[in-house]
């Protein structure tokens, strides 16, 4: 058997991501590049046990690598490690009972912005993110957006990864209504979806509650016309003539959807390409590999593309990433052990297995992953290699907070286009309210 086995030939072959993990056939640290760079000081705490809650994984390959990384941990170090995996919906009314009650898990791997949410309650993790981005060439642009305190080189959080939503689409279909790809601009992308929607063929985008599709649609349409919530200062600039702008185009967008958009969770979409009832829609890679491992779909698959969000009106594609932020709370009594578990889980040695394992599930934090196997198999799955890389993030262009947590948890954006898309708002009234809604979650944070 090849040492350099990659994951697709492993199952192939009938092994188990976990059997990888624990034979080590998974890894493949070759091509990163690491400088040699001394590690912080750590003295282990006598008796140190962990706990940590973290989302439940997509790809089950994700749990399979993470646990068997656990226990390497545990082998070396004796530090006893319990992960325990959570719902996606669960785990931020998990991480506040344990703020709140300063009791529970030492580390929590929250979504994005949760590290500014709980400052107060995190101990500081500098010293690990400052020797890992030495050593792996730098930490990208949302890593240090979700993982630094605003406006100061304080680490509260380390990123292990993103997930973005491209567009994904029928390549057939496209071209039967006489388009190779999606266009960049706002007019063409409205001529598209028109044509689609009289082909029989409709686009669907979420406009219900959906943390990530729902969220994702509002923020790119915002960001393509250049609108922000707020202003580099932290002023709320949601009620601007661009926001506006964004809402009148969804009020002409909107009638060329599938029907039903603003009851969509997040995984509405999912089903509605699937089952071909839609033929353009944003979506993680998890889609296109569901259909590609099903015989049922495969065709679907293979018929599908992926293309960064349309640009618009901005210097690029506005595509963010819902990231994975681990976190340390002061109330552990082991904050040695829990930074030096972090560090260990992003060492080359832990880290790349466990993202070749997600087939692109999650991209990299650190500069030198870039180079990881995952990212040299399916050209349909190099899309999501640079999601890292985005300059957008939840709150932008201003401060995050405790507030802009609090606007996205409460769907204020995806809320204000609903309503304009299904006649209930006009746009300036939608964007109104939107701004009111925004200052009160400011002025209790003040």
């Not at 929590?108 to 590290?115: L, N, R, V």
């Not at 979806?193 to 029989?200: E, P, Q, T, V």
Request: glycine share 8%; aromatic share 10%.
């Amino acid at each position: 058997m090849r040492s350099d086995i990659t994951r697709r030939d492993a199952l192939a072959l009938g092994l188990s991501a976990a059997t990888l993990a624990a034979t080590g056939a998974a890894a493949q640290t070759a091509n990163i590049k690491a400088a040699d760079v001394p590690a912080p000081k750590l003295e282990i705490e006598k008796g140190a046990s962990l706990r940590m809650l973290r989302p439940v994984r997509f790809v089950q390959a994700d749990e399979d690598v993470f646990r068997a990384n656990a226990a390497k941990f545990t082998k070396d170090t004796g530090v006893e490690v319990k992960v325990d995996f959570v719902g996606w919906e669960d785990i931020n009314q998990q991480t506040a009972v344990t703020s709140n009650s300063g009791a529970g898990p030492d580390i929590i791997i929250g979504f994005s912005d949760a590290p500014h949410i709980y400052i107060d309650k995190l101990i500081e993790l500098t010293d690990v993110a400052d020797y890992l981005g030495k050593k792996y060439g730098g930490w990208q642009n949302l890593a240090k957006a979700y993982g630094k305190k605003a406006k100061s080189d304080t680490w509260i959080g380390l990123p292990f990864g993103a997930t973005a939503g491209p567009l994904i689409y029928r390549k057939s279909i496209l071209k039967s209504v006489g388009f190779d790809k999606a266009p960049e601009d706002h007019a063409g992308l409205l001529d598209l979806c028109r044509k689609l929607h009289k082909a029989g063929k409709p686009a669907g985008f979420a406009l219900g509650n959906a943390v990530g599709d729902g969220n994702g649609f509002a923020d790119w349409m915002m960001w393509s016309h250049n609108a922000a919530l707020l202003d580099e200062e932290g002023n709320v600039t949601i009620n601007s003539k661009e926001t506006i702008a964004a809402l009148n185009y969804v009020k002409e967008l909107y009638p060329t959807f599938i029907a039903g958009t603003p009851s969509w969770n997040d995984v509405s979409n999912n089903r509605a390409y699937s089952s071909q009832e839609i033929a353009l829609t944003a979506n993680g890679v998890s889609l296109y590999f569901s259909l590609k491992n099903d015989p049922a779909t495969a065709s679907i698959a293979e018929d599908s593309e992926h293309q960064l969000l349309p640009k618009g009106l901005a210097p690029r594609s506005p595509m963010s990433g819902l990231t994975l932020n681990a976190m340390v709370f002061k109330h552990s009594p082991y904050p040695n052990a829990a930074k030096a578990f972090l560090q260990f889980m992003l060492e080359k040695d832990q880290y790349e297995p466990w993202l070749n394992a997600n087939s692109g599930y999650w991209s990299q934090p650190l500069a030198a992953y870039a180079d990881a196997a995952v990212w040299k198999g399916d050209p349909k799955v190099a899309i999501f290699k640079d999601t890292m890389n985005s300059t957008y993030y939840a709150g932008y262009k201003g401060p995050i907070s405790t507030a802009t947590g609090a606007v996205r948890a409460d769907y204020v954006t995806v809320q204000m286009f609903a309503s304009v898309a299904t006649g209930a708002a006009t746009p300036e009234a939608a964007a109104a309210e939107a701004e009111q809604r925004c200052k009160r979650y400011f002025r209790r944070q003040k």
